[in-house]
C-alpha cells in the first residue's frame, strides 16, 4: 500500500489552492502531483491517504484508483471491475455502494452501468469467499466504489473518506443553504490570509449564518485538523492500522496552538438574525474555537468594524431569492441578513450599493472577498475589483471579488471589465 494513485476531487477553480496544501501535508515533492480539472492526483501511500483525510480543508474525498481501462459497453466494465482485487481492501461483511459519474459517456444508462460494476464485485467476492458476497446498502454503505467514465475509458475507485471532507463533524445548527466548509476553506485560502507569509490580519464575516467562514479560519489559526472530530472509510478497511492512526490523531491533537489568555481576539463574525448568532457560537464551541471567535448580532448596514486598524473580510452574501427574505436584527427567526428590506430590487442592487457606501465610509483599511455567482456584483456596488478568482459553489459558477476599501466616494471607480477567457 505504498504505491497508491490517490485522487482528491475538488469544485472547480479550487486546484490552485489544493495542490499545494497536499504538499504541504504529505512533504512529498511537486513531481508527484497532477493538476486536473476538479481535483488533484497525487502517487503516495496509504498513510499519507489517512493523513489527507485528517488535515485536508478543500478536497472533497479521498479516493484510490484501483483501474484503468479502456471501455465499449457494459460488458467491458464488468470485465474490468473483475479483475479489480477487492478482497485486500474490504471483507464480504462490508457493505458496498457503486456510484458513476460520465463525461462524454456512450453508455445510455449509468444506472445500468453501476448494476455491472456491482455485480462484478460480488461476483469476485462470491469466487473468492466461498460463495459469501458484499451487501448493498445505497444509504450508510461500508465502501464507496465510484466509476468515472468517459468517451472511452474507465476510471475505478475506491473511497477513503465516508461522507464528504466538508463535513467535519461539528455542525449541528445551521440555517437554510449553509456554505459547505470546503468552499469556505476555500475563499480563505484564495485571500492568502493564512499563508504564512505574515502574522494574522483580524478577519471578520459580516453575514456569518451559521459561522462556517470563521469558524474554518479560527480551526486554521489554532492549527486544528479539519477531520479530527469524524470517522472515514478507511478505519473499516483491510490495509486499516489502528495504532498508525491512532499516533497521527495523536500528533494532531499535540499540534493545536490555543492563544493565550487576554489575547486580542482576532476572528468574528456577526448576523443580523440572534438565532444564528446562537447557531454559529454553539458550532464554534464543538469545533474547539468558541473562545477563539467573538460572534454578534447586527446589520450588515450597520455594523462597525469590530476591530481598528484595519483586516480582512470574507463573506458569502445572500444572493436572488435569498436576498429577498427579509428581516432586520432581533425581527423574527428568518432574518439571516442585514437589512434586506432596503434589498428593492430582486437582484439586492440597492442593498449592494448600500453596502458599499457603508464600506467606504467606515471600512478604510480592509479589504473585501466577497463570493457571488452575480459577475455584474462590482457594477451594482459601484466598486472597482482588485482581483477576481473563479470558483464554482455547487452546480454556481461564481467569482470571488476582492475589494479594497479607501475612503472616499463611491461611483468614481467604474468595475472591470470581466477579462477574456
Same mark, same amino acid.
Not at 467491458?76 to 482485487?85: G, H, S
Not at 464507496?144 to 468517459?150: D, P
Not at 449553509?178 to 464575516?205: H, Q, V
Not at 493545536?256 to 448576523?271: F, H
Given at each position: 500500500?505504498?504505491?497508491?494513485?490517490?485522487?482528491?476531487?475538488?469544485?472547480?477553480?479550487?486546484?490552485?489552492?489544493?495542490?499545494?496544501?497536499?504538499?504541504?501535508?504529505?512533504?512529498?515533492?511537486?513531481?508527484?502531483?497532477?493538476?486536473?480539472?476538479?481535483?488533484?492526483?497525487?502517487?503516495?501511500?496509504?498513510?499519507?491517504?489517512?493523513?489527507?483525510?485528517?488535515?485536508?480543508?478543500?478536497?472533497?474525498?479521498?479516493?484510490?484508483?484501483?483501474?484503468?481501462?479502456?471501455?465499449?459497453?457494459?460488458?467491458?466494465?464488468?470485465?474490468?471491475?473483475?479483475?479489480?482485487?477487492?478482497?485486500?481492501?474490504?471483507?464480504?461483511?462490508?457493505?458496498?455502494?457503486?456510484?458513476?459519474?460520465? @463525461?462524454?459517456?456512450?453508455?445510455?444508462?449509468?444506472?445500468?452501468?453501476?448494476?455491472?460494476?456491482?455485480?462484478?464485485?460480488?461476483?469476485?467476492?462470491?469466487?473468492?469467499?466461498?460463495?459469501?458476497?458484499?451487501?448493498?446498502?445505497?444509504?450508510?454503505?461500508?465502501?464507496?466504489?465510484?466509476?468515472?467514465?468517459?468517451?472511452?475509458?474507465?476510471?475505478?475507485?475506491?473511497?477513503?473518506?465516508?461522507?464528504?471532507?466538508?463535513?467535519?463533524?461539528?455542525?449541528?445548527?445551521?440555517?437554510?443553504?449553509?456554505?459547505?466548509?470546503?468552499?469556505?476553506?476555500?475563499?480563505?485560502?484564495?485571500?492568502?490570509?493564512?499563508?504564512?507569509?505574515?502574522?494574522?490580519?483580524?478577519?471578520?464575516?459580516?453575514?456569518?449564518?451559521?459561522?462556517?467562514?470563521?469558524?474554518?479560519?479560527?480551526?486554521?489559526?489554532?492549527?486544528?485538523?479539519?477531520?479530527?472530530?469524524?470517522?472515514?472509510?478507511?478505519?473499516?478497511?483491510?490495509?486499516?492500522?489502528?495504532?498508525?492512526?491512532?499516533?497521527?490523531?495523536?500528533?494532531?491533537?499535540?499540534?493545536?496552538?490555543?492563544?493565550?489568555?487576554?489575547?486580542?481576539?482576532?476572528?468574528?463574525?456577526?448576523?443580523?438574525?440572534?438565532?444564528?448568532?446562537?447557531?454559529?457560537?454553539?458550532?464554534?464551541?464543538?469545533?474547539?474555537?468558541?473562545?477563539?471567535?467573538?460572534?454578534?448580532?447586527?446589520?450588515?448596514?450597520?455594523?462597525?468594524?469590530?476591530?481598528?486598524?484595519?483586516?480582512?473580510?470574507?463573506?458569502?452574501?445572500?444572493?436572488?431569492?435569498?436576498?429577498?427574505?427579509?428581516?432586520?436584527?432581533?425581527?423574527?427567526?428568518?432574518?439571516?441578513?442585514?437589512?434586506?428590506?432596503?434589498?428593492?430590487?430582486?437582484?439586492?442592487?440597492?442593498?449592494?450599493? @448600500?453596502?458599499?457606501?457603508?464600506?467606504?465610509?467606515?471600512?478604510?483599511?480592509?479589504?473585501?472577498?466577497?463570493?457571488?455567482?452575480?459577475?455584474?456584483?462590482?457594477?451594482?456596488?459601484?466598486?472597482?475589483?482588485?482581483?477576481?478568482?473563479?470558483?464554482?459553489?455547487?452546480?454556481?459558477?461564481?467569482?470571488?471579488?476582492?475589494?479594497?476599501?479607501?475612503?472616499?466616494?463611491?461611483?468614481?471607480?467604474?468595475?472591470?471589465?470581466?477579462?477574456?477567457?
Amino acid at each position: 500500500m505504498n504505491q497508491l494513485q490517490l485522487f482528491l476531487p475538488c469544485a472547480a477553480g479550487v486546484e490552485d489552492y489544493l495542490a499545494p496544501e497536499i504538499l504541504q501535508i504529505t512533504g512529498l515533492p511537486p513531481g508527484c502531483i497532477t493538476k486536473q480539472r476538479g481535483g488533484v492526483a497525487v502517487r503516495t501511500s496509504f498513510a499519507h491517504a489517512m493523513l489527507l483525510n485528517l488535515y485536508s480543508r478543500l478536497a472533497q474525498r479521498v479516493l484510490v484508483l484501483l483501474s484503468y481501462t479502456e471501455y465499449r459497453n457494459e460488458q467491458d466494465l464488468y470485465r474490468a471491475a473483475c479483475e479489480v482485487p477487492w478482497e485486500r481492501w474490504f471483507t464480504p461483511r462490508q457493505s458496498i455502494k457503486v456510484e458513476v459519474t460520465a @463525461q462524454h459517456s456512450p453508455l445510455t444508462s449509468l444506472n445500468f452501468a453501476a448494476l455491472k460494476v456491482k455485480d462484478a464485485v460480488c461476483d469476485r467476492f462470491r469466487e473468492k469467499a466461498n460463495g459469501v458476497r458484499p451487501d448493498v446498502d445505497t444509504q450508510w454503505p461500508d465502501v464507496r466504489i465510484f466509476a468515472h467514465l468517459t468517451t472511452d475509458a474507465c476510471s475505478l475507485y475506491i473511497d477513503t473518506s465516508g461522507e464528504p471532507l466538508f463535513k467535519r463533524g461539528w455542525r449541528e445548527d445551521k440555517g437554510d443553504a449553509p456554505l459547505k466548509e470546503t468552499l469556505a476553506a476555500a475563499m480563505i485560502a484564495a485571500s492568502g490570509w493564512a499563508s504564512g507569509e505574515e502574522d494574522l490580519l483580524p478577519l471578520y464575516d459580516p453575514c456569518c449564518g451559521s459561522g462556517t467562514v470563521a469558524i474554518e479560519a479560527a480551526q486554521i489559526a489554532c492549527n486544528i485538523a479539519a477531520g479530527s472530530l469524524r470517522r472515514f472509510a478507511f478505519e473499516k478497511y483491510v490495509p486499516f492500522q489502528p495504532q498508525a492512526w491512532a499516533a497521527l490523531k495523536q500528533e494532531a491533537a499535540a499540534n493545536v496552538v490555543k492563544p493565550e489568555p487576554g489575547q486580542t481576539t482576532l476572528i468574528y463574525g456577526s448576523d443580523v438574525s440572534h438565532r444564528m448568532v446562537d447557531f454559529a457560537q454553539r458550532n464554534a464551541e464543538r469545533a474547539g474555537v468558541g473562545d477563539v471567535i467573538e460572534f454578534r448580532g447586527g446589520d450588515a448596514l450597520q455594523r462597525m468594524p469590530p476591530i481598528e486598524g484595519g483586516g480582512v473580510m470574507v463573506m458569502n452574501p445572500p444572493y436572488g431569492e435569498r436576498i429577498g427574505i427579509g428581516g432586520v436584527a432581533g425581527e423574527g427567526e428568518q432574518a439571516r441578513f442585514g437589512a434586506r428590506e432596503l434589498a428593492h430590487t430582486e437582484d439586492g442592487g440597492e442593498f449592494f450599493s @448600500q453596502l458599499a457606501s457603508h464600506w467606504k465610509k467606515h471600512y478604510a483599511g480592509w479589504s473585501a472577498w466577497v463570493l457571488t455567482p452575480d459577475l455584474k456584483l462590482p457594477g451594482k456596488m459601484r466598486l472597482k475589483e482588485s482581483r477576481r478568482v473563479p470558483m464554482w459553489n455547487g452546480p454556481l459558477e461564481c467569482r470571488l471579488f476582492r475589494f479594497d476599501m479607501v475612503a472616499g466616494r463611491v461611483g468614481k471607480d467604474k468595475p472591470a471589465q470581466e477579462p477574456r477567457a
